[in-house]
Nanobody
Framework: EVQLVGSGGGSVQPGGSTRLSCATT????????MYWVRQAPGKGPEWISG????????NYADSVKGRFTISRDNTKNTMYLHMSTLKSEDTAVYYC?????????WGQGTQVTVSS
């Protein structure tokens, strides 16, 4: 069974930092490109970052560039998103997504709320 289990986040003050994790099982994580997608209240999904299967290539949406860092540990089948200098507009449910030749998989979502 494929599982992507997100954790971390929670409530954070503006300007603060937090880290999301996405622990995976059931598919070939080291062969999958991985992504973070978020959905803010009342808005559509927004792709925010991606990392290649080996971790050599990373990409970011302009809205998070310079503040968020994506990474992965292929020995632990886990992806991370380090989020810093958080703003109220970063409040959203964050989803991890894995894609490889044989599938496209999604986590259950992790809430991040940025508020004073």
């Amino acid at each position: 069974e494929v599982q992507l289990v997100g954790s971390g986040g929670g409530s954070v003050q503006p300007g603060g930092s937090t880290r999301l994790s996405c622990a995976t099982t059931g598919f070939s994580f080291r062969r999958a490109d991985m992504y973070w997608v978020r959905q803010a209240p009342g808005k559509g999904p927004e792709w925010i970052s991606g990392i290649s299967s080996g971790g050599e290539i990373t990409n970011y949406a302009d809205s998070v560039k310079g503040r968020f860092t994506i990474s992965r540990d292929n020995t632990k089948n886990t992806m991370y998103l380090h989020m810093s200098t958080l703003k109220s507009e970063d409040t959203a449910v964050y989803y991890c997504n894995g894609r490889w030749a044989w599938g496209d998989y999604w986590g259950q979502g992790t809430q991040v709320t940025v508020s004073s």
